[in-house]
């Protein structure tokens, strides 16, 4: 069950920003490999997305798990809808869903960016 706060904040978080990737550590200085690449994908897409650090608030930590049923961090959320963690990430991007979630929601990103 979450936490009432810290599911307020996630709602406030995920409707304030059109993509939000909670992860280990920030954009600049991530602090897990999973982490790492899913920024990597966000910023090889030039998407301007809300970094949350979950190890900064331990009740986040474990609250956002909760709020998602998804065990494992990084999450990321486009629009406030849940999309997936660091291997979904890749995958859609590799099909181009990813870049067609981000078309279809209105969110922008670079259009020519090509998988290496």
């Not at 590799?94 to 078309?103: D, F, P, V, Y």
């Amino acid at each position: 069950m979450v936490d009432p706060l810290v599911a307020e904040r996630i709602h406030a978080d995920i409707n304030a920003n059109d993509v939000v990737l909670y992860m280990k550590g920030t954009p600049v200085f991530p602090q897990c490999g999973f982490s790492a690449k899913a920024v990597n994908i966000l910023n090889m897409l030039g998407v301007k997305f809300k970094g949350v650090d979950i190890l900064a608030d331990p009740s986040l930590r474990q609250g956002i798990k909760d709020f998602s049923d998804w065990p494992t961090i990084p999450q990321l959320y486009i629009k406030g809808e849940f999309v997936g963690g660091c291997d979904i990430m890749r995958d859609m991007l590799q099909s181009g869903e990813l870049q067609k979630t981000l078309a279809a929601k209105g969110v922008a990103f670079e259009a020519s960016s090509r998988v290496g």
